[in-house]
């Protein structure tokens, strides 16, 4: 299953909404994770079965979406969100990511 | 605290061997899916394998398939990664991560801090 992320990367502000999406070639129900990484460092779970969010993580993060299409939002973005976003499908072997989004202070 | 600690990375030679080690302490029980991470230098993550509680199930990337090696050991909370015939296209951090119960259908929650492997002549 291929997945597809859109945009690869995107400029902003604090303070704005940012939205990010992941396409899945084909249906995987909800079985879609989204992921925070910051330079240097180990990804951050953030989200899994599209929409429920991991244990300590803000609820400035959401998610929504089934079948093929998904999306991430982060409300009020502060310095700390900027980083790379990956999606990921785990609906059926092989486990695919998206291509990430990179989220750069504009 | 769930804690994943990755070691055993490394200089290896193209065509050498490396087994990478991840023991995880904080649980209450190691009676969870696991599975490898990896991403090569400015690359994005790519699935490795996954190991089911038990060691009854197992998967791989057709990239490493018949040449990596997945394993658990319960008794100790550590899971391993053998790797045999090393590509340069091998080289990259690889990261432990635990499923929450099982990878297919469950989802990751906790990942280790990584350990780079690089192959190189």
């Known amino acids: 299953i291929q997945m597809t992320q859109s945009p690869s990367s995107l400029s902003a502000s604090v303070g704005d909404r940012v939205t990010i999406t992941c396409r899945a070639s084909?249906?995987?129900?909800?079985?879609l994770a989204w992921f925070q990484q910051k330079p240097g460092q180990a990804p951050k779970s953030l989200i899994y079965a599209s929409s429920t969010l991991q244990s300590g993580v803000p609820s400035k993060f959401s998610g929504s979406g089934s079948g093929t299409d998904f999306t991430l939002t982060i409300n009020s973005l502060q310095p700390e969100d900027f980083a790379t976003y990956y999606c990921?499908?785990?609906?059926?072997?092989?486990?695919?990511f998206g291509g990430g989004t990179r989220v750069a202070i504009k | 605290e769930v804690q994943l600690l990755e070691s055993g990375g490394g200089l290896v030679q193209p065509g050498g061997s490396l087994r990478l080690s991840c023991t995880a302490s904080g649980f209450t029980s190691f009676s969870y899916s696991m599975m490898w991470v990896r991403q090569a230098p400015g690359k994005g993550l790519e699935w490795v394998s996954s190991i089911s509680s038990d060691s009854g199930t197992k998967h791989y990337a057709d990239s490493v398939k018949g040449r990596f090696t997945i394993s658990r050991d319960n008794s100790k909370n550590t899971l391993y990664l053998q790797m045999n015939n090393l590509r340069a296209e091998d080289t990259a951090v690889y990261y432990c991560?635990?499923?929450?119960?099982?990878?297919?259908?469950?989802?990751?929650?906790?990942w280790g801090q990584g350990t780079l492997v690089t192959v190189s002549s």
């Open positions: 084909q249906d995987i129900n909800n079985y």
């Open positions: 991560a635990k499923c929450i119960v099982v990878c297919h259908k469950g989802g990751v929650d906790n």
């Open positions: 990921q499908q785990y609906a059926s072997y092989p486990l695919t």
